[in-house]
């Protein structure tokens, strides 16, 4: 008998013949998400086994697991062989010494001599017998004895079902740049995309000295929080401090914000073509501030031409709120510092702003000039 954590994988096994493509990249993110950590990943038809592990590690091996997108349920037990002295010598330490019960068999071999229904009955009726102070119930039990007959003579028994991130296995679904603020919304919007399987890499925009170094470490600090589901990535960092004193100076000052963001996205392609990205990512939500409406999408979608993923836009606030604390990242996302969109912020932007309007205040600006000079400040930090 051996004690080990079982992992059971989620939309993986849909995807036909990829599944081996899959399957690897998932082993990969495993192995990652326990680096440092005694261990022994192993497969096992289905399912994942992380075997060798010093007990005090085990919480920790589950907290990691739990983050890992592909994981949909997780469970600390023994792998034992499925001969039922055997069985029953794990279904021992499983099961509680008093209270309700219930056996419960999943018979991945099918060539197994007991049916599910016998094994139920054959290990229920021995723990029952062994344990005055337990009893039977089977609709509602405080405590499940889960058996899980595997193929080779192998079976698997453990009491808890914990469930995983699920998703896809980050680095399937190719790579995306995420315009990550220091607000609550982009890193949940890079959260929704890494768990369909994209690797996200980080870009933020700065107004040094117009936003301090606070706002900055505010930033690091939120991948960092994303890196623990997404995996390492980098950080790079573009002052648009140059860019906005010019749209201050020089455009009609209800498009600053509109002018800013068509400026942010021209970079975001840049980079994102150096880095070989594929898409930009965005916290946006439909009608949330005077630049996301339909138009204020679509003036900056313009200036692009990659695609620009926007996971939130049909999210309200406060579901967007719930899932930044689950996430982790509410806590970090609302302390106090500056973000460069709301230097120069005037009085009342343009909601629906015309785009023959923001072309003619454009034409007033270097914009190739600008964008070059700020892609000059680029500074990456590995995550
Ligand atoms: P967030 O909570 O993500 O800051 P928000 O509700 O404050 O979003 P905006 O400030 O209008 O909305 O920003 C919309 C999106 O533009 C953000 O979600 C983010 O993807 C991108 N963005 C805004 N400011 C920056 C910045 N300084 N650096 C990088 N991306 C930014
Ligand atoms: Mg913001």
Known sequence: MEKVIIIRYAEIHLKGKNRGYF???????????????RHELRRMSGRYLVASFCDEDAEEIESRISRVFGVHSYSRGYLTDSGMESILQAA???????????????????????????????????LLEENPALTVDVHAPSHYVYLDIRDGGKALVFGTFEEGANGMPVGTSGK??????GGIDSPVAGYMM???????????????PYTNEQAKDKVISL??????????????????????EEI????????????????????AERVAGRIGAQCLITGESLGQVASQTIEGMTSSNAVVSLPVLRPLVGFDKEEIIVRAKKIGTFETSVLPYEDCCTVFLPEFPAI??????????????????LVE???????????
């Open 248 to 267: 201050h100076k020089t455009c009609a000052a209800e498009l600053n914000v509109t002018l800013l963001r068509r400026f942010m996205f021209r970079i």
């Open 194 to 208: 890494a768990k369909r399987g994209m690797h996200v890499e980080y870009l933020h925009f700065h107004s040094y």
């Open 92 to 126: 021992r330490r499983v099961c509680p010494k008093e209270g309700t019960f219930k056996v419960d068999t999943h018979r991945g071999d099918k060539k197994y001599p007991l049916t599910s229904m016998q094994l139920n009955a054959e290990v229920g009726a021995k």
């Open 23 to 37: 399957e690897r990249v998932f082993s990969v993110n495993l192995e990652k998400s326990l680096k440092g950590i």
């Open 352 to 369: 629906k702003p015309k785009l023959s309007f923001i072309m003619e205040e454009e034409r007033k600006l270097d914009v190739e000039g």
């Open 176 to 181: 995306g740049l995420l315009l990550i603020s």
């Open 373 to 383: 000079e700020a892609l000059k400040s680029v500074e990456r930090i590995v995550i």
């Open 223 to 244: 991948a960092r929080i994303l890196s623990r589901y997404t995996g390492s990535a980098e950080l790079r960092t573009v002052s648009v401090t140059h860019i906005q």
